[in-house]
C-alpha cells in the first residue's frame, strides 16, 4: 500500500479528484467514479472488487471506517486536510471514507421482462432512490433518457446505496424507440389513467416514470400501451393531487412484484 497525506488543493491528484466529485462529463469520458460511506465500498468490494484509492480526512475515523482500512490494506491511501475531504464528499455527515473505483458494466439480461424507463430525473438523490426499489423489487433493468441526471454521480450513488453495482443501468436511451421496441406491456405513472391495481403484471412489463415536476412528456404518453394511476384518499386535495416520483415508482415496482410472487 502507498500512504501520500495530501495538503495543498493545488496538488494534481487531487485536483483530478474534483474534478471526478463535480463533473459527469469527466467521469464518463475516464469510467471511473467516487464512491462515499463504508457501506458503499463494501457493497463495492463485494460486488466488483477493491478500489482504485481509498481517501480519508486528518483526525479520528469511525470505527466502521478503520476496520474497513484494514481489510483493504493493500489499497493505496491518500489523506486530505478535514476541509479538502469535504469538498469531494456529496454530503456535510460523511463516515470519513470515500475511494475511487471504476463505473463497472453490468451485462444486461437476455430477455427483459421487468424494468424500468426514468425520464428526466434532475434530482440525484431521488434517481438514486428509485435504482435502490428498482433493484430491490426485482426489475432486471433500469433505462434512464439523456435528460437524467448522472447514475454515477457521487449523490446518486449514496442514494442508491449500492443498487448500481448489481442493476444494470443505460443511460442516454431513446425513449420512444424503446417504448415501441419493448416485447411487452409498457405503461406510464401518471395522475390521470386506469388504476394500477387493475393491471396485470405478470407478463413482461416497463413501467415509465417521468420528471418530478413535468411528469412523463406528452410524446412518450402517447407511445406507451397505456397511463395508470395510483389511487389514493383525498382525491382532489390539492397538496394530495400527487405523489413524488420516487414513492410512485416505488408502489408500483412492488405491487408489480407482489403479483408475480402471488402468481
Keep these: 500500500m502507498a500512504f501520500k497525506h495530501i495538503t495543498s488543493r493545488d ?35 463485494q460486488t466488483q472488487g477493491e478500489p482504485q484509492l481509498l481517501i480519508i480526512p486528518e483526525g479520528k475515523s469511525s470505527l466502521e471506517a478503520t476496520d474497513l482500512l484494514q481489510q483493504l490494506a493493500d489499497v493505496d491511501t491518500m489523506m486530505l486536510p478535514t476541509l479538502m475531504f469535504a469538498d469531494l464528499a456529496p454530503v456535510a455527515s460523511s463516515s470519513g471514507i470515500m475511494a475511487l473505483v471504476p463505473v463497472p458494466e453490468l451485462p444486461l ?12 430525473i434532475q434530482d440525484p ?3 438514486g432512490s428509485m435504482l435502490r426499489t428498482a433493484a430491490a423489487a ?21 442514494g442508491g446505496q ?13 425513449a420512444e424507440a424503446l417504448v415501441k421496441n419493448f416485447p411487452g406491456k409498457t405503461l406510464a405513472l401518471a395522475m390521470q389513467g386506469e388504476s394500477l391495481y387493475e393491471q ?17 412528456s406528452p410524446a412518450l404518453q402517447s407511445a406507451v400501451k397505456a397511463c395508470v394511476t395510483i389511487p389514493m384518499a383525498h382525491q382532489g386535495v390539492l397538496a394530495l393531487e400527487s ?4 414513492a410512485a415508482t416505488a408502489i408500483a415496482l412492488f405491487e408489480c412484484q407482489r403479483q408475480r410472487l402471488s402468481a
Design 11 to 45: 496538488n494534481p491528484v487531487y485536483k483530478h479528484l474534483r474534478k471526478l466529485a463535480d463533473n459527469a462529463r469527466e467521469r464518463k469520458k475516464e469510467k471511473v467514479t467516487l464512491l462515499e460511506g463504508v457501506h458503499l465500498i463494501e457493497a463495492y468490494v
Design 109 to 120: 439480461p437476455q430477455a427483459v421482462d421487468f424494468a424500468l424507463l426514468i425520464e428526466d
Design 125 to 127: 438523490g431521488n434517481l
Design 138 to 158: 426485482g426489475v432486471q433493468v433500469a433505462y434512464l433518457t439523456k435528460g437524467c441526471t448522472d447514475a454515477w454521480s457521487p449523490k446518486a450513488l449514496r
Design 162 to 174: 449500492g443498487a448500481q453495482l448489481i442493476l444494470p443501468v443505460v443511460e442516454n436511451v431513446e
Design 200 to 216: 396485470p403484471l405478470s407478463e413482461p412489463v416497463l413501467f415509465v416514470v417521468g420528471n418530478e415536476g413535468a411528469g412523463i
Design 243 to 246: 405523489l413524488n416520483a420516487a
